[in-house]
């Protein structure tokens, strides 16, 4: 073994399931390849069946299979497949390696690979979690075995194929298109993140120069992003919740690294749907997945204008004409707070969407209104608080508001406060005294001296001075 690389006349037979022999060529003849890959992404009620017909086969007709033997049986069957893999692969890498060296190149070329290739490992890879999900509680240590051995096996190939062609490596990669490459780099990645456990050399350097890719290239970004969507389509179709969760979670953690190059392309309505179901922790059940969500809404915001404007704003507007997605999450996540919604995305999300408005609009009023009701609703929950904090970043608007907007934001200020006792478990003292902290951080000093005096007006007003 420790001379992978040099050619053999005959190669050592390794034994299947079914005790059938297959003789292997050289390595100078043979390239380890997608098909060598597909032993180890094959499982199941099939797999588990022909296992169990061979042990009919070899013990009296009457006798049952006992279940520890079978499942020995599989992973002996596993293990063989994963040294024959290791065998071809290391010994391809080594008479890569041999060549790469004899020739004028200072380093490896990528090993050869089609675009078909790439295909059958998505088809495979589909088909490989449905025979996971099906193998039952009596297999569950088995298929977890085949998913980390099948893991190492796919970014071991994709780690010298598909992450060199991205790198630039790959002038065998037929000159295919780097944006369809890394399109189904990301698919393949997004398919297998229910079986990453850990770190791997292939799979960290094709993320590495996928999210390269994603943050250079508007067309990788917008062909990912589409792709991605159309997979999870397809997932919630085909397949169960356990498939959706992890490739959901995925494409949540890699579109914060594609939203600068998609603009508008991010305004669609199947990716703004998902991401308002993903932000609900009861549809979720995850901590993570729900603060991942409400974080790619603030990208949204950021890069997807119309998301921010009222219909009517943007010439679309009839019956909703007041409303925008910008005011429908905020809307949402001040229902869900603060089981659901994190403080930080929600500040953001609610920062962008003011200032992204005109002096006209009424927008900068209306988040005011509903950020005052959800701090009295919180404070009679008896969180206070959580129930400051909403206040404080009602406070906030008037510091990135247009400025034709302060006067009419500081009349709604000055209703809450005048009506806060006994509704906000706070008094006016206590509000205006949230202000004055909100307003030491406002570094807009065009706005701030009017801010400051219509502070002093309000602290004589309800009978003492608030804490500047």
């Known amino acids: 073994l420790e001379k992978r690389g040099t050619t053999r006349a005959a190669e050592p037979r390794c034994e299947e399931a079914g005790g059938e022999g297959a003789e292997r060529t050289s390595f100078a003849q043979t390239m380890a390849s997608v098909e060598d890959l597909r032993p180890l992404l094959t499982l199941g009620p099939a797999e588990t069946s022909r296992v169990r017909r061979r042990n009919h086969h070899h013990h009296d007709r009457d006798e049952k299979t006992s279940q520890p033997s079978l499942v020995q049986d599989l992973s002996s069957l596993l293990e063989r497949r994963r040294m024959d893999w290791d065998w071809k692969f290391q010994g391809t890498a080594a008479s890569s390696s041999s060549s790469s060296s004899s020739s004028s190149s200072s380093s490896p070329k990528c090993l050869d690979f089609a675009p078909q290739d790439l295909e059958t490992l998505l088809s495979l890879s589909r088909s490989f979690r449905q025979e996971i999900e099906v193998c039952g509680e009596e297999f569950e240590g ?24 991205l790198k630039g490596e790959g002038g065998a990669a037929h000159n295919l298109a780097p944006e369809w ?49 159309d997979n ?18 995925f494409f949540l953690r890699m579109l914060p690294v594609m939203a600068p190059n998609l603009g508008e392309d991010l305004a669609q309505t199947r990716l703004l749907d998902l991401l308002m179901l993903f932000s609900d922790r009861n549809a979720t059940h995850s901590d993570e997945v729900c603060k991942l969500a409400h974080e790619c809404v603030c990208q949204v915001l950021v890069h997807a204008p119309s998301t921010t404007r009222p219909k009517a704003e943007c010439g679309t507007g009839k019956e909703w004409d007041d409303c925008c997605f910008g005011i429908s999450y905020v809307e949402a996540a001040l229902r869900r707070y603060p089981l659901s919604t994190p403080y930080n995305p929600l500040a953001m999300a609610v920062v962008t969407l003011v200032r992204a408005q005109g002096e006209e609009s009424r927008v900068p009023e209306r988040i005011c209104r509903m950020l005052a009701a959800a701090a009295v ?10 129930a400051s904090a909403v206040r404080k970043l009602m406070f906030g608007v008037c510091g990135v508001a247009p400025l034709g907007q302060v006067a009419r934001l500081l009349a709604l200020y000055e ?6 006792r006994g509704k906000h478990g706070a008094g006016p003292h206590d509000l205006l005294t949230e202000f004055a902290a909100v307003l030491d ?10 801010l400051s005096s219509w502070l002093q007006r309000m602290g004589t007003r309800v009978g003492g001075q608030a804490r500047l």
């Open 142 to 165: 088995y298929a977890r075995d085949c998913a980390s051995v099948a893991f190492d096996a796919v970014f071991d190939w994709l780690g010298a194929t598909l992450a060199r062609a």
């Open 181 to 229: 490459m890394c399109s189904k780099a990301v698919q393949l990645m997004q398919n297998f993140e229910f079986c990453r456990a850990q770190s791997h050399g292939g799979y960290l350097g094709l993320l590495r120069e996928a999210v390269r890719a994603l943050r250079t290239s508007e067309g990788s970004a917008k062909l990912a992003l589409g792709d991605c969507l």
């Open 232 to 249: 999870l389509d397809r997932t919630a179709r085909e397949e169960t919740n356990a498939s959706l969760f992890p490739k959901t979670y």
């Open 377 to 386: 609703r919180v404070a009679e929950a008896g969180d206070d608080v959580r």
């Open 415 to 420: 209703d809450e406060i005048g009506d806060s």
């Open 441 to 450: 951080a406002i570094g807009d000093y065009n706005r701030k001296p009017d």
